[in-house]
């Protein structure tokens, strides 16, 4: 028996001693019942503690564990700026043996850590206002004066009172990602230059061109005309007609050149106005035919009740020219070539160009809108062009803020088919009553 067991029964003898003479049994009785029931309290609550403090230090332990061995760093701060713990990740991403060294190496992290030391300051003037930063970014000096990124996380922790008492988050090393990023910037950058330089340099060009061929297509137009008198030998007058053809075929693709330049840096304006659905399909007929020479007979199915069109009528109809003039090379006699028309239940107009030609496979579809492709890419292929009548198309469809849908199948036909939505329909605006007063 211990003394303290010892001394507790004499005290409790002593105890009973002194109320035997003051207090009835029954009174006794009472207070041992209320003793009892103290001291069975007290051990309750001892052995509570004692398994809360051995759960507290098991937790305590596997914190500790995961403080060690994680791949992140992890720091505790103070707000003046010096480490008050950091894990060995963190050591090692810093250049340092072991987190003691770190401990004890700053003792101004501003100054000390950060390349820009007001970078340390942003990081408090956010804590204060947010108690939290997320994904913050700095490039920092390691122990050997080389540099890296870093991207911090953290919360603050404060006392009862409100007040800061330390910073603890982590830190992750992303100089190889923040790199690749800058250079996934830098080439866009490049990218975009270069595009630009690239639609100067044709704009430029195709002006240049443009000067002396517009000369070669009026004074062969001209000789042909025998404005000035007959040619003597007739046969001339055919080389004359193919020169002129072959103008008018070189001025129709420096035109598409121009369009594209045009298009990619976004200088082609809409010429909206109120028109109708029958006079574009028309125009568009007419210059397909001057763009291929075919008069073959082409099905215009545009019904009168259409709407009237908020477009511009130029662009619209050069898109449809362009659909119809492949539709025509793409199509060999006897082949059908059809174009029409309708409105959709949402109040949407649709054109579309059909044809029962030689058709392309779904892989050619997505080659055939980008600029200077063409299904066939053969030198020996059998149909002329420069493989830009689609990608301008969908270019203008897309500006108008609609869609250019294709549909076809090699040795069946192709139908491309012009979406443009309710917004391209003609607004009357109401009549208002002038009020003077």
């Known amino acids: 028996m211990s003394a303290g067991t010892c001394w507790a029964f004499f005290a409790l003898g002593l105890t009973f001693g002194v109320a035997g003479r003051v207090m009835s049994l029954r009174e006794i009785a009472t207070g041992v019942v209320i003793l009892a029931a103290i001291g069975a309290s007290v051990i309750f609550l001892r052995r509570l503690a004692e398994r809360s403090d051995q759960t507290l230090l098991a937790g305590d332990f596997s914190f500790r564990g995961f403080f060690e061995t994680a791949i992140e760093g992890i720091f505790r701060t103070t707000p003046d700026g010096r480490y008050l713990d950091v894990n060995p990740a963190l050591a090692r991403i810093y250049g340092y043996e072991n987190p003691d060294e770190m401990k004890a190496a700053f003792t101004n992290i501003a100054a000390q850590l950060y390349v820009d030391p007001s970078r340390r300051d942003e990081f408090k003037a956010i804590m204060a206002a947010d108690d939290e930063v997320s994904g913050f970014i700095s490039e920092i000096r390691r122990r050997d004066g080389s540099t890296i990124w870093i991207s911090e996380n953290a919360r603050a922790v404060r006392d009862w009172r409100g007040e800061i008492v330390c910073y603890q988050g982590t830190v992750e090393d992303v100089t190889q990602k923040f790199a690749a990023e800058r250079a996934i ?248 009553e002038a009020v003077y007063g």
């Open 185 to 432: 910037k830098k080439g866009l950058k490049r990218a975009e230059q270069a595009n630009r330089t690239k639609n100067a340099f044709l704009a430029m060009m195709s002006h240049e061109l443009k000067t002396p061929l517009n000369a070669i297509i009026g004074f062969s137009e001209m000789i042909s005309g025998e404005m000035l008198g007959p040619i003597g030998n007739r046969a001339y007058l055919n080389y004359i007609h193919d020169i002129h053809a072959s103008g008018n075929r070189l001025l129709a693709i420096i035109n598409d050149v121009l369009d594209v330049a045009r298009l990619e840096g976004n200088a082609i304006i809409l010429n909206r106005c109120e028109c109708c659905a029958q006079e574009i399909a028309e125009a568009a007929l007419r210059r397909a035919r001057v763009q291929t020479g075919d008069r073959r007979p082409v099905e215009l199915e545009i019904p009168n009740r259409l709407p009237t069109l908020n477009v511009d009528k130029t662009r619209l109809a050069q898109v449809l020219a362009n659909l119809l003039a492949n539709s025509l090379k793409f199509t060999p006699p006897p082949g059908a070539v059809t174009l029409r028309a309708w409105q959709t239940p949402a109040g949407a107009v649709h054109f579309a160009v059909s044809d029962s030609g030689i058709g392309m496979s779904e892989d050619s579809i997505a080659m055939v809108l980008q600029p200077f492709q063409q299904a066939d890419a053969s030198l020996a292929r059998r149909f002329e062009g420069a493989g830009l009548g689609l990608p301008i198309a969908h270019a203008l469809t897309k500006l108008h803020g609609g869609a250019l849908v294709i549909a076809s199948s090699e040795g069946k036909g192709t139908t491309v088919t012009v979406e443009l939505p309710a917004a391209c329909l003609w607004q009357e605006l109401p009549e208002t």
